[in-house]
T-cell receptor, first 114, second 112 residues
Framework: KQEVTQIPAALSVPEGENLVLNCSFTDSAIYNLQWFRQDPGKGLTSLLLIQSSQREQTSGRLNASLDKSSGRSTLYIAASQPGDSATYLCAVRGDSGGYQKVTFGIGTKLQVIP | KAGVTQTPRYLIKTRGQQVTLSCSPISGHRSVSWYQQTPGQGLQFLFEYFSETQRNKGNFPGRFSGRQFSNSRSEMNVSTLELGDSALYLC???????????FGQGTRLTVV
């Protein structure tokens, strides 16, 4: 059974800092990994998708890496801004009991202090 | 380009009733998946439809069901509602299941 863990559960940083969010998963046989952000009471906003054959993806100030062999992904946020405050979730797609299944971590709640 | 649209945004139902939620995917997307989000369990995968067929499913009881129409719109039905079904229900659409998923704003279901 796939398990996804995100550390830390919460993070508070001053504006302008670079930061790293971690995501680990127990079954390395995945199809892809996707990072999202969620604002309170809202849906999820897609940030980056990394297919299993890729090592990293970049979008603006965001960079996500994937190391399937070690079951880890990191989301790097450069020059953090107060607008980055949200909960960040990672999700992996893999096989489970003859089906594909998407498993989410609990998330990292980020607060960027002006 | 319109995003994923979920209706209604809020619902209050009584225990034992049934409910139907609707999801309209991004134009051209053929895959729709459904998730339940609660404070205690986080986001949990319910099922995924592709071209009107349920292709993947999570570990939820048979009270949770869904369908997808020829225009890719999807509905999710929960029968015999329980208090524990209170949650934010999210749907996501993608071109194919393994491509980037885009989420709607969710339907907040409260069972009393």
């Amino acid at each position: 059974k796939q398990e996804v863990t995100q550390i830390p559960a919460a993070l508070s940083v001053p504006e302008g800092e670079n930061l790293v969010l971690n995501c680990s998963f127990t079954d390395s046989a995945i199809y892809n990994l996707q990072w999202f952000r969620q604002d309170p009471g809202k849906g999820l906003t897609s940030l980056l998708l990394i297919q299993s054959s890729q090592r990293e993806q970049t979008s603006g100030r965001l960079n996500a890496s994937l190391d399937k062999s070690s079951g880890r992904s990191t989301l790097y946020i450069a020059a953090s801004q107060p607008g980055d405050s949200a909960t960040y979730l990672c999700a992996v797609r893999g096989d489970s009991g003859g089906y594909q299944k998407v498993t989410f971590g609990i998330g990292t709640k980020l607060q960027v202090i002006p | 380009k319109a995003g994923v649209t979920q209706t209604p945004r809020y619902l209050i139902k009584t225990r034992g009733q049934q409910v139907t939620l609707s999801c309209s995917p991004i134009s051209g997307h053929r895959s729709v998946s459904w998730y339940q989000q609660t404070p205690g369990q986080g986001l949990q995968f319910l099922f995924e439809y592709f071209s009107e067929t349920q292709r993947n499913k999570g570990n939820f009881p048979g009270r949770f069901s869904g369908r997808q129409f020829s225009n890719s719109r999807s509905e999710m039905n929960v029968s015999t509602l329980e208090l524990g079904d209170s949650a934010l229900y999210l749907c996501a659409s993608s071109l194919e299941g393994v491509t980037e998923a885009f989420f709607g704003q969710g339907t907040r279901l409260t069972v009393v």
